[in-house]
C-alpha cells in the first residue's frame, strides 16, 4: 500500500542513499515530457525536503529547457534489490549554473566531474511511497565509466564546445541556457 507523506524520513533517506539510479521527470507546458535515468555520485539530501542532484553531460538538456518555463520536477527511485519499493519526490526545481553563486556553494557536495553541467535543486512537496512488487528484481554490477572517460578526453573546454553544438537546444526547439 503506497504512503503520502509531507517529508523524507530516516529510512527512505537510508533508502535513497543506497540506490544506483534515479529518474528523473520534467515537462513544459507544451512539447515533450521528459524522463532521465541518472546515476552515478551525482544525487545529494540536503535536508528532509530539499535534494540537490548534478546534472552531466548528456546526447540532450531537456531538463533545462523544461525548468526553465515549468520548475515541477519528479524524481523516482525504485528498488531493484531486495525489498521492493518505488520512492518518488515531487516537487518545485531550480538549475543553476558554474557562472551561479550557489552552484560554488553546492558543487563542493560532488565528486569532480569534468562533464558537470548543472546543479539541480529541488524543494520537496510531496513524497509518495508504493509497494514496486512489479518491479524486477536484479543485481548491480558495476558503474559504467564511459560518460566520465569521454568528459575527461574531451577536457573542460571540450565539453563547453560539445554543450554549445548539441545541448542549447531541447528536442521541441526550446533553449537551454
Known sequence: MGNQLKKL???LKNFIENQKIFF?????TSGTVNVSPKGMDTFKIVNNNKIVWLNLTGSGNETAAHLLENNRMTIMFCSFEKTPLILRLYGKAQIYHENDRIYDEQIVLFKDFT??????????????????YA???MEFKEERTQLNESDIKKGRAGVKKYWEDHNVLSLDGFKTL
Not at 24 to 28: D, F, L
Not at 119 to 126: A, K, Q
Request: hydrophobic content about 40%.
Open 135 to 137: 518491479v524486477p528484481l
Open 24 to 28: 528523473v521527470g520534467t515537462a513544459r
Open 9 to 11: 524520513n530516516p529510512a
Open 115 to 132: 562533464g558537470a553541467r548543472q546543479i539541480i535543486e529541488m524543494e520537496i512537496n510531496l513524497v509518495q511511497t508504493s509497494c514496486g
